[in-house]
Structures are given as C-alpha cells and as structure tokens.
C-alpha cells in the first residue's frame, strides 16, 4: 500500500510563489514516476506535471511551462512542486500521484494510480 502525504498549499497573491511538497511511503519509490494534479469544483481533475522514474524526464501542462518545476528527491521520498508567478487560475485542490508500474515514464495520466489527500493553493487577484 503506498501512501502519499502532501503540504505546502495555501492562500497567496498573484505572482507569488508557493512549494508543494509530497512524501510518499513506498519501500520502492525510486523506481515510480511520480506527478502532479489539480482539481477545481466542478471539473475534472487536471494533470499538471510529471517526472520520470530516475528524474530525466519531466513534463508539463501549456499553461505552467516556465512557471512550475517538478523535483524529486529519493532519499527523501519526496517529490516536490515550485510554483512561480502564481496566476487566479492555478487555485485549485492540488493532488500527489504515483505511478506504480516500475519504471514509468510519468507522462501517461493512465499510469497514475496512488493519490494523497490533496492540499489547497488558492491565489488571489
């Protein structure tokens, strides 16, 4: 059973930054790919970055290239996300993934199957 845990949300202005942070307790996390999602009410739930198993690869949604940076940290377990120049239209319930198949890329949403709890970015105007 792998079990994710995040924090770092919160209420900040526009053009602010912000970090998520994810621990994942997984005896094999650095063979997963691991992501990053958001939820806002109503709507589905959104991919927003993934990095590979081994940290080469990342991935990321048109609207936070060059804003967002995914990292990871193994000996941690941790995979994390830098916000920058944070917009109205990032606020939404920000959600831990894992992507169990050994070795995966991290760039099939299909392949994501763990989730945290989630943690709340709101960002005002």
């Known amino acids: 059973q792998i079990q994710l845990v995040e924090s770092g949300g919160g209420l900040v202005q526009a053009g602010g930054s912000l970090r998520l942070s994810c621990v994942a307790s997984?005896?094999?996390?650095?063979?997963?790919?691991m992501g990053w999602f958001r939820q806002v009410p109503g709507k589905d739930r959104e991919f927003v970055a993934g990095?590979?198993?081994?940290?080469?690869?990342?991935y990321y949604i048109e609207s936070v290239k060059g804003r967002f940076t995914i990292s990871r940290e193994t000996a941690r377990n941790s995979v994390y996300l830098q916000m920058n120049r944070l917009k109205p239209e990032d606020s939404a319930v920000y959600y831990c993934?894992?992507?169990?198949?050994?070795?995966?890329?991290?760039?099939?949403?299909?392949?994501?199957?763990?989730w945290g709890q989630g943690t709340q970015v709101t960002v005002s105007s």
């Open positions: 990095i590979s198993w081994n940290g080469d690869n990342t």
């Open positions: 993934a894992v992507a169990s198949m050994a070795y995966a890329l991290g760039n099939d949403i299909d392949e994501y199957d763990y």
């Open positions: 997984a005896p094999t996390f650095m063979t997963y790919a």
